[in-house]
């Protein structure tokens, strides 16, 4: 089993990456930033410019991208952890560490349901949100952040199990839908609860997935009112199109993509969004470990999937996995900002693909090999075991 990733060195740091070829920033505003150098402080962006222009000296760890394009870590909305880098769904440790290898440096529980005989008593689920958001905030599985401890709500919860979740550092709740409440009028009261202490919601949207879900229709997601609408393209099965269309119109909610969903929808969905001039909305989640098994690069994927067959720059295909789900999650990564945490991935196209940049390579339906992960401006992994082999590779010179 992947354990916590080395802290680094002792004492103050400082990362340099240097001779990058793309900067791309995370953000749909500007998503192609003009410099080549970034420079970070124990683990937080200080610097973004050209290197005659920045403070490179004295780095404790020197990178030269040669040429590579640095991303911010890619951020996986939608995932179901369980006790480490273990899940008993598929049966398979690592999980974790695969995704790291495919460029996802953070993920965000929509639920611990897959835990081996979970409670359904109000006790038990909030002990396990509250175990989980204590273990995975104390391990870090190979560096990864994982946002854990988000509860599958129950009818018989009241008003200050909320309050006593949020006081024990629960932010999140597990998808509404997977548990006993599955009507408008329940629902939106306990989002509502959760929103009053500070708890983002997330709820299933289409078909059941699991046994003990159910279908979630375009009156339940409208009437609940979720922060984030989760797997709009369905986990697995999606609503009909005017369903969808129906929700893209009638809140102005985060809008999930997910890997184990539909893809026909997912593409649906992205068009309505743009139409709609409400990009930012969209976010993407692989909602695995699933019964689709687990999905490495399955962020890298859709980014691939959307640009390609979505017809959208690759550049803002990147966004709506990186700055989109930053600011919807409220995290301090996923953007390249001064201030922000350094947490990176060098990529370059892949050997022989036929498109002639990387950004290239994506909106041809190219997957990147990915060269090297960072988080908290210490490196994670090198050359990735799971993508194809990139054209260049970042040179560590120092560290």
């Known amino acids: 089993m992947a354990h916590d990733a080395p802290t680094g060195p002792a004492g103050p740091t400082k990362l340099v990456i240097r001779n990058i070829g793309l900067l791309l920033s995370g953000d749909l505003t500007k998503p192609i930033l003009d410099a080549d150098t970034v420079v970070a402080l124990d683990g937080r962006i200080t610097a973004i410019g050209r290197e005659k222009d920045v403070d490179t000296e004295d780095a404790t760890t020197l990178i030269d991208a040669n040429g590579t394009t640095l991303t911010p870590g890619l951020i996986d909305s939608h995932v179901h952890p369980v006790a480490g880098d273990w ?10 560490d695969s995704s790291l290898h495919g460029g996802v440096t953070t993920m965000i529980s929509a639920g611990e349901v897959h835990y081996p005989g979970r409670a359904r008593d109000v006790v038990g689920v909030k002990a396990l949100a509250i175990t989980a958001q204590r273990a995975f905030s104390a391990f870090r599985p190979s560096g990864v952040k994982v946002h854990a401890g988000a509860p599958v709500i129950e009818n018989e919860m009241v008003e200050d199990d909320f309050k006593e979740l949020a006081a024990a550092g629960v932010k999140l709740l597990g998808e509404v839908g997977l548990g006993g409440v599955k009507d408008g009028p329940t629902a939106r009261k306990m989002v509502g609860w959760a929103r009053k202490y500070g708890i983002q919601s997330t709820i299933h949207t289409g078909g059941p997935s699991i046994p ?6 375009k009156d339940v997601v409208l009437e609940a009112d979720t922060d984030v609408v989760g797997h709009i393209n369905g986990g697995h099965t999606a609503l009909p199109d005017n369903q969808i269309r129906c929700i893209c119109e009638g809140c102005k909610r985060g809008l999930e993509i997910v890997h184990n969903g539909n893809e026909r929808s997912a593409l649906y969905t992205l068009r309505l969004a743009r139409e709609l001039g409400e990009l930012q909305r969209v976010i993407l ?13 399955g962020i890298l994927r859709m980014v691939s999937m959307l640009s390609s067959l979505g017809e959208l720059p690759a550049e803002e295909a990147f966004c709506l996995a990186t700055g989109n789900t930053a600011r919807m999650r409220a995290l301090d990564s996923g953007l390249i900002e001064v201030g922000r945490a350094a947490d990176f991935v060098l990529m370059d196209k892949a050997q022989h693909s036929p498109g002639t940049t990387l950004l290239d390579s994506v909106r041809l339906g190219d997957l990147p090999g990915v060269c090297m992960t960072i988080i908290d401006g210490i490196v994670r992994t090198q050359r990735s075991r799971n993508t194809p082999p990139a054209t260049r590779m970042p040179i560590v010179v120092k560290g």
Do not use: E, F, Y
């Open 87 to 96: 899940t008993p769904r598929q049966s398979q440790i690592n999980w974790i």
């Open 212 to 217: 003990g879900s159910g279908l979630i229709d």
């Open 285 to 297: 989640g692989t909602d695995g470990p699933a019964g689709s098994g687990v999905q490495p690069l």
